[in-house]
C-alpha cells in the first residue's frame, strides 16, 4: 500500500523547514507538546470524563483556562469553526437579523446557513498598511442597531491589525446586542507587550484558536463564555451537536499544556529575537512592515509581490502563512528559553536568499480595492446547479461561496450575481495562483435556471 501523506510530511519534516505559519508549535521547536505520548490517544473509558458532560477531569481541566473571571471556558476539539456555528444557532430564534463584519471567517456564514438566517453587513474600513479589511467603521455601525440578535466580529485581522473592539461592544451592548468575537488569531493576547483579549472588554462569547498562536495541536481551540450572556445554556448544547462524541485526549492534553504555557510565559526572549529577524530581513532589503500585534510581520521587497517574495524564502525552506499581491505575511513563534527553534539556521537561510535587483515602485500601481458600504446577507438553498467556465457566467447567480483561502473569507457570496467585475478578479487570482474554494479548472458552480 502507498502513504502518499505519510511520505509527504516525512520528506517535507527532512527538508529541516523553518516555520513562520500556524500551528503555534513550529514544526514541535516550541512549547512541550513533545511529552504527550501517542499512547495517550483513549476515548471515554472510567476515570476520563466526557467532554459533552463533563464532571470529572475533564471539568477540572477546562477550570485551568481560566484568563477572566467572568467567564467559563469549554475544549473546542473540532476547532474554533464549532464555537462559532453553536453560537449562531443557540442565537437564531427569531426573524432578526445579526450583523457581522464583512471579514468574518467562511464559518460564520456557514452557520447563517445553517440557521437560514439573514445578516446585515456592516460597513467596514481599510488598512492603509495592509490594504486588508481593519475592522466595522463603528460610527456608521452603530446608527444601523436595532433589534439585531447579534454582533459577529473578527479581531485581530489575520495580519494581526487591531481596532477599538472595546468601543464596539460598548455600542452593541448599549443596544442591548450581544457580541461574539472570533479572536482566532489571540490566543496570546494578553501576554505583556501584546495586546489585550475582547475578554477584557465583556464580549459575551470569545472563541479563540490555540493552535494558532500557541503551542497546541491544530483544530484546538477554546470558548470563553460570559457568565451573564443570554443564550448560554442554549451554546452549551449546540456544542454537543457541532463537536465530535469521540473528542480527541491528545487535543485537549495539547490545550491543557498551551494554557500552562500562556500562564507561564515571559516574552523578553521572544522580543529580543524578533528584533534580530526583523534586522536580518531589512539589511537584505525587504521592507518590514511590526503589526498591532507583535507575533506578526509583513515582509515587501520594492517592485515585486509578495508571491514573489514568498517563492525566494520557500526557496530556503522557510515557509510562510500567505502572501497577497502587496506583501507576505509572516507568524513569528513564541520564542522562550529552551526552545529547539533552528535560529541560527534561519539567519544563515536568510542571507542566502537570491535576490533581484530592487525596483522602483509605480505611485499608481493598482490596490486591490475592497467593497467597505453596508450590505445584507440572505441564505439561499439552490437546488439545481452546474459547473460552467467564469466567462459564461456573467448575469448569473453563484451556487457557492468564492474564498481564497488563506485566509479563508468569502469574496463573494452564494446567491449574488456574477459581473464581469467578478470574472476579471477571478481571471486575476487564477494568473497570480491564488487557491480560491469553489473555483477550479477554470470554473465555478451557478444556478441552473
Do not use: C
Not at 262 to 268: D, L
Not at 326 to 344: A, G, R
Amino acid at each position: 500500500m502507498n502513504l502518499p501523506l505519510n511520505d509527504k510530511l516525512k520528506t517535507f519534516l527532512d527538508k529541516t523547514p523553518i516555520s513562520f505559519h500556524v500551528p503555534g508549535h513550529k514544526n514541535m521547536t516550541i512549547g512541550d507538546l513533545k511529552e504527550i505520548e501517542l499512547a495517550m490517544d483513549i476515548t471515554e473509558i472510567t476515570d476520563f470524563d466526557d467532554l459533552h458532560h463533563p464532571e470529572e477531569v475533564l471539568e477540572e481541566s477546562m477550570k485551568q483556562l481560566a484568563k477572566h473571571p467572568d467567564y467559563e471556558a469549554f475544549y473546542l476539539v473540532n476547532g474554533t469553526t464549532s464555537g462559532i456555528l453553536s453560537v449562531i444557532q443557540a442565537a437564531a430564534q427569531s426573524t432578526e437579523p445579526m450583523l457581522i463584519s464583512r471579514n468574518v471567517h467562511k464559518s460564520v456564514f456557514h452557520g447563517l446557513d445553517l440557521a437560514q438566517q439573514k445578516a446585515q453587513i456592516m460597513p467596514m474600513n481599510v488598512s492603509k498598511l495592509t490594504n486588508q479589511y481593519l475592522g466595522p467603521e463603528i460610527s456608521k455601525t452603530s446608527q444601523m442597531m436595532n433589534q439585531q440578535l447579534l454582533s459577529i466580529i473578527t479581531y485581530p485581522n489575520y495580519y494581526g491589525e487591531t481596532f477599538d473592539v472595546q468601543r464596539f461592544i460598548q455600542e452593541s451592548h448599549a443596544h442591548q446586542i450581544p457580541v461574539l468575537v472570533d479572536e482566532a488569531h489571540g490566543a496570546h493576547f494578553g501576554i505583556k507587550r501584546f495586546p489585550e483579549s475582547s475578554l477584557e472588554y465583556g464580549a459575551d462569547y470569545v472563541v479563540q484558536s490555540y493552535h494558532k498562536t500557541l503551542p497546541a495541536f491544530t483544530m484546538s481551540s477554546v470558548i470563553f463564555i460570559h457568565k451573564d450572556a443570554p443564550y448560554y445554556n442554549q451554546v452549551r448544547q449546540y456544542l454537543t451537536y457541532f463537536q465530535s462524541s469521540s473528542p480527541s485526549y491528545l487535543l485537549m492534553a495539547g490545550l491543557e499544556r498551551a494554557q500552562g504555557f500562556y500562564q507561564n510565559y515571559e516574552a523578553s526572549t521572544f522580543f529580543e529575537k524578533r528584533d534580530i529577524v526583523i534586522n536580518e530581513l531589512r539589511q537584505r532589503g525587504f521592507v518590514v512592515n511590526e503589526m498591532d500585534d507583535a507575533l506578526k510581520i509583513t515582509v515587501q521587497y520594492p517592485g515585486y509581490s509578495g508571491y514573489h517574495v514568498q517563492e525566494w524564502l520557500e526557496k530556503q525552506e522557510i515557509y510562510i502563512e500567505l502572501s497577497d499581491n502587496d506583501q507576505t505575511l509572516l507568524i513569528l513563534p513564541l520564542w522562550h528559553e529552551h526552545d529547539t527553534f533552528p535560529f541560527e539556521l534561519l539567519k544563515e537561510r536568510i542571507t542566502q536568499i537570491i535576490l533581484p535587483e530592487a525596483q522602483k515602485i509605480s505611485k499608481n500601481k493598482n490596490k486591490n480595492v475592497l467593497p467597505t458600504e453596508s450590505s445584507d446577507y440572505q441564505p439561499v438553498q439552490l437546488r439545481h446547479t452546474i459547473e460552467i467556465p467564469i466567462q459564461q457566467a456573467v448575469g448569473k447567480r453563484l451556487a457557492q461561496h468564492l474564498v481564497p483561502y488563506p485566509p479563508g473569507i468569502p469574496s463573494f457570496f452564494k446567491g449574488e450575481q456574477v459581473t464581469a467585475t467578478t470574472v476579471k478578479k477571478l481571471e486575476s487570482w487564477i494568473k497570480q495562483g491564488i487557491r480560491v474554494e469553489g473555483l477550479k479548472d477554470n470554473k465555478i458552480r451557478i444556478e441552473d435556471n
